[in-house]
């Protein structure tokens, strides 16, 4: 597979209010192609609601996000999910009903074409695409390691599990610019280091840019090219992961003190 | 998800129809209408568990879809004569362009039916009920008003579904109900077969996750709307062939058939036998529809259950509680409907004789 021409996302001004409730302030950081960006802050600094402008769940009040020559605030979330943009949940958002294949499948919905009379009639369309596409959804539930799942109904599994499938479903779509909203939350040492592993290879391997928002200080620091730090819908602070870490504004938004002495104190006991 | 091997399904598929080809040689005419009513209700019953059951989209109005299909076959099939208008088209002709009639009417409805979700959508197709009743009452020069109107029998060229001319098949003579009887089974099989593929297919799996999370279906690069609207549309067409069969079987279309409670029936036995597949859809079918006819047939030996006026229940009635409790057991004990359970029996004893071994 050629690898696919990614452009920039570049968020600028970005502001979304509700009902006089401002979530994210004027805020703007730029992904750069290929690289992992992660937002951090401390809860309700507005992470989940950026995920959601950018993905289309969202409008934003102002603003603007731009992914190559496309303005994302103006789309529907499906347009959005066609340019090869696919986001995870931070709370499981998968179909309690459906088998783990055919919730990973539905991943690959953007890349196929069959219809209502196509399936319907079971045209050689379809059964073209339902086999090829099962193929590399088997594949993809291998790289990331839900394979002996796949039969199941999702609604049974553990918590682990369907993080890892949201996350194989979005790698169905193909995407060139992933979005995991806190891909290790509620995990244990083993799974999160799993979990690190694997987003390390997808960046790695299909050389894709990824939008990590996380808590987990230590899988940031590990894993992130650059660093956005929002307080309370702003942006702070921006940069490489150990130039963040050590910047007052963060350390002060984390453990509430403005003693600036305190540089280099592990941010790991932000979370209770 | 829980499949047997596929000899085994097409086995019992084969065996299932060869069977139900054998009931128009041994059933009295009882019968042959209470199982045509069935079967036309398994179509339209199908259309609506694709609608609500597998995308999660209440609709009250699935009763008006079918009286379009019924209605629409009459108008496309008469002639026009002093109190009727008409367009005196081919019968077939005219059955298809009732269906499709349904469907472009759904399509009509399409912006509303894609951009309400769940019980908004519900609330919204109750007014089609009104709106059909009141057409339907009057409409009068196309839908008769409250004496109906009388339904061409469908006229294949070499087959006529009528009781004239007489047609004897082994020492049988085959009527117009046996005639429909055949009819109606290859269309009910040609409807399962379509709506489980849509269901099995891309376009099931987006269903299925729009009704499951919504937000989940747009992100994964779903038209939310767009396929809303479109199983909308396939819904109605579903129903407009139940009311093209209805009509068929009735010979004759009345207006307070189509009403609220048909409607309801329609939530019933997908809720009874299953909500999201085809089979429930069926079962349901079967037993919201038979369930009154078989308490009266045998009323007389039933306790509580009475001619009405004498005392007891009416046949009616009876039915109506039973399957008002019915759909209050499901919901409670039985999600899944009376499909689920069967298929959480065969996994139990899949299960037993896994051990077993």
């Known amino acids: ?272 | 998800m829980f499949e047997s091997p596929r000899w085994v399904r097409i086995s019992a598929l084969v065996a299932g129809v060869a069977l139900m080809l054998l009931v128009p040689f041994y059933a009295d005419t009882f019968w042959m209408q209470a199982g045509l009513f069935a079967i036309a209700a398994a179509i339209g019953a199908i259309g609506l568990n694709l609608l609500t059951g597998a995308t999660g989209q209440l609709s009250l109005g699935h009763a008006f879809f079918l009286a379009v299909g019924a209605y629409g076959y009459v108008y496309f099939a008469s002639e026009s004569d002093n109190h009727f208008v008409g367009l005196g088209l081919p019968t077939p002709v005219a059955a298809i362009l009732a269906v499709l009639l349904a469907g472009l009417v759904g399509g009509i409805f399409s912006p509303i039916a894609g951009r309400l979700k769940g019980t908004y959508l519900g609330i919204a197709t109750l007014a089609l009920i009104f709106i059909g009743q009141h057409i339907l009452s009057n409409a009068e020069s196309v839908t008769g008003s409250h004496n109906g109107r009388q339904v061409p029998p469908l006229d294949l060229g070499f087959l006529v579904f009528d009781d004239s001319p007489e047609l004897v098949v082994a020492n049988v003579p085959l009527g117009a109900f046996e005639r429909l009887w055949f009819l109606a089974l290859i269309l009910l099989v040609i409807s399962a077969w379509v709506a489980r593929g849509v269901l099995r297919g891309r376009p099931g799996r987006a269903l299925n996750t729009i009704r499951d999370h919504e937000i989940a279906a747009g992100v994964m690069g779903v038209p939310v709307a767009r396929y809303r609207a479109a199983v909308f549309v396939l819904s109605s067409m579903y129903a407009g062939l139940a009311g093209v069969i209805l009509a068929l079987v009735f010979r004759q279309t009345v207006p307070d058939y189509f009403g609220i409670i048909l409607a309801l029936d329609y939530l019933a036995m997908i809720v009874i036998g299953g909500l999201g597949t085809v089979a429930g859809a069926m079962i349901g079918a079967v037993f919201i529809t038979l369930l009154p006819q078989v308490l009266t047939r045998y009323s007389d030996g039933l306790p509580l259950v009475a001619a009405p006026g004498s005392g007891g229940f009416s046949p009616a009635e009876a039915a109506r509680i039973i399957y008002g409790a019915a759909v209050v057991a499901v919901v409670l004990f039985l999600p899944g409907g009376l499909f689920g359970m069967w298929t959480r029996i065969r996994l139990a004893v899949a299960a037993r004789r896994h051990r077993a071994v």
Request: hydrophobic letters at 45%.
């Open chain 1, 1 to 272: 597979m050629s690898t696919p021409r990614i452009p920039e996302l570049v968020v600028s001004d970005l502001t979304v209010k509700f009902a006089g409730i401002t979530a994210l302030d004027a805020v703007g950081f730029t992904v750069a192609p290929g690289t992992i960006h992660a937002v951090i802050g401390p809860n309700g600094a507005g992470k989940s609601t950026c995920f959601n402008v950018l993905s289309g769940v969202y409008r934003a009040t102002s603003g603007s996000v731009r992914f190559g020559e496309h303005e994302l605030t103006k789309l529907p979330p499906h347009k959005i999910a066609h340019l090869g943009m696919a986001r995870t949940f931070q709370n499981i958002a998968l179909s309690k009903l459906m088998s783990v294949e055919n919730n990973i499948m539905i991943g690959r919905h953007r890349l196929t074409r069959s219809g209502f009379l196509t399936a319907g009639l079971r045209l050689p369309l379809n059964r073209r695409e339902e086999r090829d596409h099962r193929a590399r959804v088997r594949e993809i539930a291998a790289f990331v390691g839900v394979s002996e799942y796949l039969a199941a109904p999702t609604g049974m599994l553990p918590y682990g599990v369907l993080k890892r499938i949201e996350l194989a479903r979005a790698l169905a779509m193909e995407p060139i610019l992933l979005m995991l909203d806190e891909p290790v939350a509620g995990m244990n040492g083993g799974e999160r280091r799993r979990m690190a592993e694997v987003i390390k290879a997808v960046q790695e391997d299909l050389g894709i840019s990824i939008l990590l928002v996380e808590h987990d200080m230590g899988m940031v620091m590990q894993l992130a090219d650059q660093v956005t730090v929002l307080d309370f819908g702003k942006r702070i602070a921006s940069g490489p992961p150990a130039e963040v870490q050590q910047n007052p504004e963060v350390i002060r938004a984390y453990l509430g003190v403005s003693d600036e002495n305190a540089t280099g104190v592990s941010m790991d006991k932000e979370r209770a």
